[in-house]
């Protein structure tokens, strides 16, 4: 499996996003207010949609926000527990 950075990864799901094309990730789970994880979570069909700005919240740059196809649920995860990227592994550096 190939592999790519994280920041690598995100130009990629832009791109994809940007011309409608739907792309597969997997992240391991993780609830900061809770401080519990529910496993590692695989994501079939997604596109990124507009985050949070910095004035919203501390996290602004590292919790990615994706629409979940079919269901359209809005949905985040942190940049940091991306494990997977399509057929790419991903680098956490």
Do not use: C, W
């Not at 990864?9 to 990730?25: C, E």
């Not at 994880?37 to 919203?56: F, I, K, S, W, Y």
């Amino acid at each position: 499996m190939n592999t790519l950075t994280t920041i690598q990864a995100i130009k990629k799901m832009r791109a994809l996003t940007n011309i409608g094309v739907p792309f597969s990730f997997t992240y391991q789970t993780y609830s900061a207010t809770k401080g519990t994880t529910m496993g590692v979570r695989a994501v079939e069909r997604a596109l990124l949609r507009p985050g949070l700005r910095n004035d919203q919240s501390k996290k602004a740059d590292t919790l990615i926000a994706f629409t979940e196809y079919p269901s359209g649920e809005p949905k985040f995860f942190h940049l940091s527990l991306l494990l997977t990227f399509n057929d790419y592994k991903i680098e956490n550096k």
